[in-house]
């Protein structure tokens, strides 16, 4: 089968998940009858406000004003330090501040190919991701791949994924906010050695954590906000709901088709390309 018969089949198949059960028309609402997987072949990312809404939202990455705690603080200097992303996940493994170092398996870095226009950042890792050391490849990672077909994208050089904690939290519990705000540092750094286009926050935990919102996902999901990467630069970061959340409340599923719709049009407005020289990040 060929890659755009396997992306058309993801898509049908990912309409019966959304609760599509009867075709009034040639293409679901929303999406151009026919319409080309968006080129992905190359741009710098932009600091223009992104269409499909305005960018809003908080945006200043690092909380203002509070008392930065050592063990933050020697992740900013780490991260900081780190010129590649080979650097920073050496600088990740050998971080020792968490305890949740401990309880995992091991380090959960990326996947798809740096550099790629679209990053996506979840929560943590669960037990599969611990277990295989790759993002989001258990049973959310699935249907989040559906949801990429959907769009005609895929993880690898169109789609860079990555979480706010690279090590998984026993049990899978939430993470508490001491563990998001130290491990920003990386993910901001993350960004910054990335440089994606764009970035798609899957969930609270990473709408909270890079937006320093104070409000849930179901407030900040379906539009664009911005965030701040280092000193200044700006990224568009649209917010989404988590897959885990969709797969405990498919009703769910129908505010993240439109954002994801919001994605495409995106991608598609602003002709959102992968870059070459990429390094694949797979493993
Ligand atoms: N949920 C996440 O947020 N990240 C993963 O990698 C897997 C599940």
């Given at each position: 089968m060929s890659e755009d018969q396997a992306a058309l089949l993801a898509a049908l198949r990912l309409q019966l998940d959304w609760?599509?059960?009867?075709?009034?028309?040639?293409?679901?609402?929303g999406i151009a009858p026919r319409?080309?997987?968006?080129?992905l072949t190359g741009t710098a990312p932009t600091t223009a406000a992104p269409t499909g809404g305005t960018p809003t939202g908080g945006t200043a990455a690092t909380p203002a004003l509070r008392p930065v705690p050592p063990a933050t603080q020697a992740a900013a200097s780490l991260a900081a330090g780190a010129r590649n992303l080979s650097e920073l996940r050496q600088a990740m493994q050998e971080f020792a501040a968490s305890p949740l170092r401990e309880t995992a398996t091991q380090l959960v870095f990326a996947d798809g190919v740096a550099g790629a226009p679209i990053m996506l950042v979840g929560e943590a890792p669960g037990a599969d991701e611990d277990r295989q050391g790759k993002p989001f490849v258990g049973a959310s990672g699935q249907l989040l791949d559906r949801m990429l077909a959907s769009i005609g994208l895929a993880r690898g050089p169109q789609v860079y994924i990555t979480n706010i904690l690279p090590w998984r939290p026993p049990g899978n519990r939430t993470p508490t906010d001491a563990e998001m705000q130290l491990f920003l540092p990386f993910v901001l750094r993350h960004i910054q050695l990335a440089q994606p286009a764009l970035i798609v926050l899957l969930g609270g935990t990473a709408a909270k954590t890079l937006?320093?919102?104070?409000?849930g996902i179901t407030r900040l999901r379906g539009r664009w906000h911005q965030v701040t990467i280092g000193d200044a630069q700006v990224m568009p970061a649209l917010a989404t709901l988590h897959p885990a959340y969709l797969l405990r409340s498919p009703a769910a599923k129908k505010d993240a088709w439109h954002d994801w719709l919001l994605l495409h049009r995106h991608i598609t407005e602003n002709t959102i390309t992968a870059k070459s020289g990429q390094t694949d990040s797979r493993h």
């Open positions: 609760g599509a059960d009867e075709a009034l028309a040639e293409a679901p609402p319409a080309a997987a968006p080129a937006l320093a919102a104070k409000e």
